[in-house]
């Protein structure tokens, strides 16, 4: 068995991977003082400038993605749906979706999950 070209291969990817990585070590980010300085109105930021974000963002977030993923699911089956033969099964299929989809949101309301008040 010849493995020459896997050698070949290799050996291409070890010097493009450390090109990639001295090239973007020669023109990435230098640290200077002037860009860390505050631009909007010249007067410095107080307190920490990255701060923790609360986690209710984040489940807000990861809720809204959830929904619309599935809302995204939903579409091309529209599309589908006056062409099709087995329109019967599709129903089956959207009403099961749909289902999953309230029985989220629901368990999500009985957890508290959208309670935007005080933990």
């Known amino acids: 068995m010849d493995l020459f070209p896997l050698f070949v291969f290799l050996l291409l990817v070890l010097i493009i991977g450390a090109s990639l990585l001295l090239l973007s070590n020669w023109?990435?980010?230098?640290?200077?003082?002037?860009?860390?300085?505050a631009f909007e109105s010249g007067v410095s930021p107080v307190g920490k400038v990255g701060?923790?974000?609360?986690?209710?963002?984040?489940?807000?977030?990861?809720f809204f993605l959830l929904f619309q993923a599935q809302?995204?699911?939903?579409?091309?089956?529209?599309?589908?749906?006056?062409?099709?033969?087995?329109?019967?099964?599709?129903?089956?299929?959207?009403?099961?979706?749909?289902?999953?989809?309230?029985?989220?949101?629901?368990?999500?309301?009985?957890?508290?999950?959208?309670?935007w008040g005080e933990e």
């Open 27 to 37: 023109l990435g980010y230098k640290k200077s003082h002037n860009k860390e300085e």
């Open 51 to 62: 701060g923790r974000i609360n986690i209710k963002f984040y489940k807000t977030l990861v």
């Open 71 to 115: 809302m995204l699911l939903l579409y091309p089956w529209a599309l589908s749906y006056g062409e099709s033969t087995v329109q019967k099964f599709l129903i089956g299929e959207f009403l099961a979706s749909i289902l999953l989809l309230a029985a989220g949101f629901l368990f999500l309301l009985s957890n508290k999950a959208f309670d």
